[in-house]
């Protein structure tokens, strides 16, 4: 059993690397874009 620490960590470790994935999502959209120009 994970202990309530443990949970939160890794919990904000997943918020933090959804948004890692979300930010490069975007950032590769703009390229897209831009190139299409």
């Given amino acids: 059993m994970m202990n309530e620490e443990d949970t939160e960590t890794s919990n ?9 994935i979300e930010d ?10 831009t190139k299409d120009e």
């Fill in 12 to 20: 904000a470790n997943y918020q933090k690397y959804k948004k890692t």
């Fill in 24 to 33: 490069d999502g975007l950032i590769e959209q703009v390229v897209q874009e």
